[in-house]
């Protein structure tokens, strides 16, 4: 009951992560995967929420937000195969198969999508900027571009940016 009660916590942290006991970069990493609207990696940030130390479970969150967006925001691909790979990989680290942080990148690397598939994905990328999540996402892109370019770190959160000042 106490593992239950554990897994609740960390699955009501993973889906709403402003309002979570976890760490203040957990939560900033879980933020921006909910921005991107995937929810495939739960069952493997369950599980590695169990097996993992805090410093893996943050490596494997980064990792996890990278697939994400070059798979789902980026390329916009079918969800199955994620679901398929996040699935079968939650249920090895849970049963033992996988032990470290290394061999479940491992076991995710035929979902990551590499730099010159991206790159296509990303110079034929349209985002509709209708939507307040939409334009949040666009914000998203923009300030990492800028913060990879320029180095200024920039709050994509805060409405005191718009697309067209980052732009």
Sequence with gaps: L??????????LGLID????????????ELGELKL????????????????????????????IKVISFRYNVIG???????ERVYNQTAQNLSDGKLVSLSQ?????????????RFRNDFLVKVINTNSSRSRKLVR????????YVGGAELDFRSESYNIEHIL
């Design 36 to 63: 991107f609207g995937v929810r495939q990696p739960y069952p493997l940030l369950l599980a590695a929420k169990r097996k993992f130390s805090n410093e893996d479970f943050l490596k494997l969150l980064r990792i």
């Design 17 to 28: 992560p402003d309002s979570s006991a976890l760490s203040m970069q957990e939560s900033k």
């Design 76 to 82: 916009g691909y079918s969800p199955a195969d994620l």
């Design 2 to 11: 106490r593992e239950m009660e554990e897994d609740l916590d960390n699955y």
């Design 104 to 116: 479940v990148v491992k076991a995710l690397a035929s979902i990551y999508i590499d730099d010159k």
């Design 140 to 147: 998203y892109i923009l300030c990492a571009l800028e913060h």
